[in-house]
């Protein structure tokens, strides 16, 4: 079967990127916006305005991205980049910045709601983009999808098309040394997540089961260091690339069940995506295991959680094992520890269970995924 391989066009990595390469900024256009959320601007701006001046003369900053991005906060980005005149967009901080600048980008070229390109590909010609990730999970940096919550269905579109890749990313670990240690431990597990969804996907291919095999060792060697010690350059530098590699499995094999059954978690429930990931991350694994242990088991093999000569089935549920006690280091809290409440929890769980399906992306899970199924996952997460 033929397999097609798609990522953001250059990429510069490594501690220090931005500040030697901001050079390359000036090749988007003539005045970008910049897409941010206040902490990150409040934080960085000093440094940011800089580097962006020796590139622009002139520039506008929209920082109202500071959660999930919803189809209101485009709408302002959206009203920024033309009330400034705008040519070309940066986006700065985590995923959810970086997912608005490609919802604002698809804004500037047609005035349909974004809830109309749900379901279709997204083509055309889009302002030029530059993303600089400062947390080291999301991989939006290299993907051609973007996720924005329609406020009026209380649902996370998924909007995909690869006119979203950017055509610049610039991945520097050092910019993740202050993120906290709740976000550090979330944005790993979804990078985890992308790369065991990745590698265990119908969508599967060879050049991204190298990329997400390395990202997964990466992830169990080093995350547990990031948690602990934020200023820990090297596990930063590995996190940031595992998060990278990550991102481009996603890109070209997708996720399944967890990100499907996330989503709608985020959206009801406002819970950051990383973290929603990771409180699915067990149970969704579990059920997927019987329709690919030979991948499972790989992996498990791969990480050392299991023998070179133990069985698939053995090995997968190694695999399982290490994932559930990495997520107990890195202190992913319950819906109900977060907060949620478990009555409003069960009152929506048939929404939250079609919404996943609709989604599409159980479907690329190697076992079949139904309603129920997801019905019976969300319950779950309610025992003791």
């Known amino acids: 079967m033929v397999k097609k391989f798609t990522t953001t066009q250059t990429i510069f990595t490594g501690w220090g990127a931005l ?5 390359a900024l000036s090749g988007l256009g003539k005045k970008p916006l910049v897409v941010t959320s206040a902490g990150t601007w409040k934080r960085m701006g000093a440094q940011l305005a800089e580097q962006l001046s020796g590139c622009f003369s002139a520039y506008a900053v929209c920082d109202c991205i500071n959660s999930e991005p919803t189809d209101v906060m485009i709408a302002e980005g959206l009203a920024a980049y033309q009330k400034n005149g705008c040519d070309c967009l940066i986006g700065i901080g985590g995923g959810s910045p970086l997912d608005a600048m490609k919802a604002i980008a ?11 390109y749900m379901g279709k590909e997204i083509g055309g010609a889009l302002p030029s983009m530059a993303a600089i990730p400062t947390t080291a999970g999301t991989g939006s940096e290299v993907t051609k999808f973007t996720i924005i919550t329609d406020t009026k269905t209380d649902v996370k579109m998924l909007l995909k098309g690869e006119v979203l890749l950017p055509q610049l990313a610039i991945v520097d670990a050092s910019l993740s040394e202050s993120t906290p240690q709740s976000v550090t431990a979330a944005t790993g597990l979804d990078a985890l997540t992308h790369a065991i969804e990745a590698y265990t996907s119908k969508q599967e291919q060879p050049l991204t089961d190298a990329l997400a ?9 080093y995350l547990p260091a990031a948690y602990r010690d ?29 990100h499907g059954m996330s989503r709608p978690i985020g959206a009801l429930f406002h819970v950051p995506h990383g973290l929603s990931n990771a409180m699915l991350l067990e149970k969704c694994l579990q059920f997927a295991l019987p329709g690919c242990y030979e991948r499972f088991g790989a992996l498990g093999r791969a990480i050392g959680a299991a023998p070179a000569d133990s069985s698939d089935a053995a090995a997968a549920d190694a695999l399982l094992a290490a994932v559930k006690q990495l997520c107990r280091t890195c202190e992913v809290p319950s819906p109900e520890q977060y907060g949620i409440s478990r009555t409003a929890f069960f009152d929506v769980i048939e929404k939250m269970s079609a919404d996943a399906i609709a989604s599409g992306s159980p479907g690329n899970t190697r076992r079949a995924v139904s309603a129920a199924d997801c019905a019976a996952i969300y319950r779950s997460l309610w025992e003791t």
């Open 19 to 23: 500040q030697e390469n901001s050079a």
């Open 106 to 116: 698809v804004g500037t070229t047609s005035s349909a709601p974004l809830a109309s």
């Open 213 to 221: 095999v390395s990202a997964v060792k990466r992830i169990f060697s």
């Open 230 to 258: 934020g200023k820990n350059r090297k596990a930063r530098e590995e996190m940031a690339a595992a998060a990278l590699e990550a991102g481009i499995c996603i890109n070209n094999s997708s996720v399944t069940i967890v």
